[in-house]
């Protein structure tokens, strides 16, 4: 269900990243570390940046651009531990809509992926020419997106916070029956034309205690426990954390995975 954009459209996005990293390649950004309830403000200095994937191999449309980038962090006068990507990207590429980012170099980066493909756009010093760097990457039209066994989970690993690792071992669950899943589009829904007093409690507490997002999955949950005649329903039951209810011996869990501003994966 990928949405894939003309290469230009890329293009253009790593044309940006390139003038805002020439203005300003260092920057100090601020993140909050969950386990220690403190934060952050480490001078993060970007020393170079790779295309790879698709667009450096030349594919005509893409469903995302793939950066690796080179980056190091310091505190105080002294190297420290770098803020999460998504903290890296916000303040020194402004969240570009369609880029991912890995921190790293292609033998070794986040991804857990080498990137033999890479090609070196940006570099810091010697200044490197990223006009030439881009056009010297010649559109393909055989090229495209590379299938990895893992493309049978139907969420990106940083969705489901997985290591390339862990997302072998789901495969490896599901080819033995141990494990499964189902991907189901989500749209607009209204509310079944009847519902019952446990199902009219479990709106009236979620509407208290849950974001206006989950809100909208309400729907969505109890149409998709009515039509599967689940023989576990039971009482809905909503835990402390509003992200996760109970449905009989079933549990669900609500992830948001913020894309761009316009789109919002559940």
Avoid at 16 to 43: E, M, S, T
Avoid at 70 to 76: I, P, R
Avoid at 249 to 260: E, L, P, R, S
């Amino acid at each position: 269900m990928e949405h894939r954009h003309p290469r230009s459209h890329f293009t253009r996005a790593l044309e940006k990243i390139c003038l805002r990293l020439d203005d300003a390649g260092a920057a100090p950004v601020q993140w909050k570390n969950r386990f220690l309830h403190r934060i952050h403000a480490p001078i993060v200095t970007v020393s170079n940046v790779w295309v790879v994937g698709s667009y450096a191999r030349g594919a005509l449309t893409c469903g995302d651009l793939d950066l690796v980038v080179d980056a190091t962090a310091v505190l105080n006068g002294s190297p420290t531990q770098l803020p999460p990507t998504s903290a890296i990207s916000r303040v020194l590429f402004k969240s570009p809509r369609d880029v991912r980012i890995s921190i790293g170099t292609p033998h070794q980066n986040t991804s857990g992926v080498p990137f033999p493909d890479a090609h070196l756009i940006w570099q810091a010093a010697p200044i490197k020419d990223w006009h030439s760097a881009i056009d010297a990457i010649r559109p393909d039209p055989n090229a495209g997106r590379l299938s990895r066994p893992t493309d049978l989970i139907p969420l990106r690993r940083e969705q489901i916070d997985c290591y390339d690792d862990q997302l072998e071992e789901l495969i490896a669950l599901k080819s033995t029956g141990i494990l499964d899943w189902e991907f189901i589009p989500v749209t607009d829904a209204a509310m079944p034309e009847s519902v019952t007093e446990d199902e009219t409690d479990f709106i009236r507490t979620t509407k208290l205690f849950c974001g206006q997002k989950t809100q909208k999955l309400l729907p969505h949950l109890l149409t998709l426990f009515r039509n599967r005649k689940i023989k576990s329903q039971e009482k809905w039951q909503r835990s402390y954390d509003k992200m996760k209810f109970r449905n009989g011996g079933c549990d669900i869990f609500i992830y948001w995975q913020a894309m761009h501003p316009d789109r919002t994966l559940e």
